[in-house]
């Protein structure tokens, strides 16, 4: 086949740049001729008329030849130059073949370089985008994790990084954080997604709520267990913007989008406020709390009934952990009707 014919199938299929891929064929041709023949100084030029990789052989003119590989007579080499002198060195033709194994090393320089600049490419085109939320399509599932076709390049979804219990139909469209921009690919993938990390969720909100994106409403905290649900605290740096309200929406539509793409689970959006007291009470829900003590700043003693108390703690204790990680204080619950009975005796 004719070489053109090859270079512009890998520029027009995969976009790459034309005068890179003329030049990786030249040192995949040149490669295999160094191969075979060591001892001579070669190069390597793209007859783009031709279509073809021709070699040529450096050699030093002189009188009378000893060494075939590395002189050339004065008179042979007057007929690539005229005006060629003895002690100068020319670039003739090199007119030696090279064999089956050669071909096999010019074909795998080509195909290791050709992946090198594929690989820069994507690295140049995702590096500015990692840590922001990419929309892809679910590619197919893989030993470990799943593909997801994301433009034209294949991501990587660790099951590590995907939410518990998720379901992958092929075709599907999804989002993920991209986590990782590699630019030597590790397996077959330089993207690497994830969908587990609060900072998903956080980035997420930023994509669909416009009041966060610009800034007016800011989330301070945000806490994570992946599959069960997500806790963070908003505050409006407009007084006439209700924080909690504007990333609900009316009846929940700015917040619906994002739960269906967290599959069950859920998200509490919790009101910035300067009391610590108010904010541990709020952090517990949907469980109600009558009253926080405070030690220290290390430490928050919670009275609240005993019907609340399977609220507060939640599934496996989930609950009442994202909000000890939400307020960075380890949280210690007491019935309060014990605390009546104290008051009552006392």
Not at 103 to 109: D, F, G, P, R, S
Not at 242 to 255: A, E, F, K, L, N
Not at 257 to 282: A, H
Request: glycine content about 6%.
């Amino acid at each position: 086949m004719n070489l053109s014919d090859v270079i512009e199938d890998l520029v027009e299929e995969r976009g790459l740049d034309r005068e890179k891929v003329i030049e990786i064929v030249q040192q995949g041709v040149l490669a295999a001729f160094q191969k075979k023949f060591p001892d001579v100084e070669l190069n390597a030029t793209f007859n783009r008329k031709l279509g073809s990789v021709e070699i040529f052989a450096k050699k030093e003119v002189v009188t009378s030849v000893h060494n075939n590989e590395k002189e050339i007579s004065l008179r042979r080499a007057k007929v690539f130059n005229p005006k060629i002198k003895v002690g100068k060195t020319i670039s003739v033709p090199f007119e030696d073949k090279i064999g089956r194994i050669e071909v096999l090393v010019a074909k795998q320089v080509i195909a290791n370089k050709i992946r090198e600049l594929e690989q820069a490419g994507v690295y140049d085109e995702f590096q500015d985008k990692k840590g922001t939320v990419v929309s892809g399509i679910i590619y197919k599932k893989e030993r470990g994790g799943v593909a997801v076709k994301v433009g034209d390049v294949i991501a990587f979804l660790p099951g590590e990084n995907s939410i518990p219990q998720e379901n992958f139909k092929s075709g599907h469209p999804i989002k993920a954080l991209l986590k990782e921009v590699l630019s030597i690919a590790r397996g077959d993938y330089q993207l690497i997604l994830d969908r587990v990390s609060a900072d998903f969720v956080k980035k997420l909100i930023e994509l669909e709520i416009p009041e966060v994106f610009e800034g007016v409403v800011e989330i301070k905290k945000i806490a994570r267990i992946p599959g069960y649900k997500t806790k963070a605290i908003v505050i409006s740096n407009n007084k006439e913007i209700d924080p909690v309200g504007t990333c609900v929406g009316v009846g929940g539509s700015r917040i619906k989008p994002i739960l269906r793409e967290l599959g069950q689970e859920k998200i509490d959006l919790i009101g910035w406020t300067d009391s610590m007291d108010q904010l541990v009470k709020n952090s517990l829900k949907p469980a109600e709390i009558d009253k926080v003590e405070l030690i220290e700043d290390v430490k928050a003693t919670v009275w609240l009934a005993e019907d609340q108390r399977s609220l507060a703690i939640g599934k496996m204790g989930q609950n009442i952990m994202l909000a000890s990680r939400l307020v960075d204080l380890e949280i210690q619950l007491q019935d309060v009707a014990i605390e009546k009975q104290d008051v009552a005796v006392e």
